[in-house]
């Protein structure tokens, strides 16, 4: 069965500090690693994702997440951050199947 | 370009009562997904279908039943609605889940209170 695991379960940051969030997955499969993050009071949508190539992938609004395969991890960075990045993030890997689990989240507060 | 719309946005419902959340999507999109988002929860999910007539169980089923009779309709039911049901309630859609191009689209969400 997959999993994913987020370390972080909430961050707080100043604005300009840099950012890393850890995600780190269990699934033996071939697996499509996705972001998507939740701004408040709004609905989830997509940040970023890795299907194959590069492992260095870049998003929106500055985000980018880098695959390691051999450590099973896809962490989401930004070098740095502003008071809009307040949300909550979500590591989640998409594979054949159909069952899509996104976990707890990181939810990141961003002092101004 | 509607995307995916979830009905009701908000509702709040007496310990026993039944009601239905409608998910409508005009994407064309094989799977979609009922969740639930709880403080400190992240997203649960509930039921899940890969496509028309489909269903599945999927992490908090209980409490909750589903249908797909329609390919751009997921709907979710709460036969004896309980407390522990007060949620926010989001549906998702997605072409797939493997391979490119399998972004899931996300609903406004339903703010379910149980009384």
């Known amino acids: 069965a997959q999993s994913v695991s987020q370390h972080n379960h909430h961050v707080i940051l100043s604005e300009a500090a840099s950012l890393e969030l850890g995600c780190n997955y269990s699934y033996g499969g071939t697996v499509n690693l996705f972001w998507y993050v939740q701004y408040p009071g709004q609905h989830l949508q997509l940040l970023l994702k890795?299907?194959?190539?590069?492992?260095l992938v870049k998003g929106i609004k500055g985000f980018e997440a880098e695959f390691i395969k051999s450590k099973f991890s896809f962490n989401l960075r930004k070098p740095s951050v502003q008071w809009s990045d307040t949300a909550e993030y979500f590591c989640v890997p998409h594979n054949q199947g159909g069952k899509l689990i996104f976990g707890q989240g990181t939810e990141l507060s961003v002092k101004p | 370009n509607a995307g995916v719309t979830q009905t009701p946005k908000f509702r709040v419902l007496k310990t026993g009562q039944s009601m239905t959340l409608l998910c409508a999507q005009d994407?064309?999109?094989?799977?979609m997904y009922w969740y639930r988002q709880d403080p400190g929860m992240g997203l649960r999910l509930i039921h899940y279908?890969?496509?028309?007539?489909?269903?599945a169980k999927g992490e908090v089923p209980d409490g909750y039943n589903v249908s797909r009779l329609k390919k751009q309709n997921f709907l979710l039911g709460l036969e004896s609605a309980a407390p522990s049901q007060t949620s926010v309630y989001f549906c998702?859609?997605?072409?797939?889940?493997?391979?490119?191009?399998?972004?899931?689209?996300f609903g406004q969400g339903t703010r379910l209170t149980v009384v």
């Open positions: 998702a859609s997605s072409y797939r889940t493997g391979g490119p191009n399998t972004e899931a689209f």
């Open positions: 994407m064309n999109h094989e799977y």
């Open positions: 279908s890969v496509g028309e007539g489909t269903t």
């Open positions: 890795y299907f194959s190539g590069d492992p």
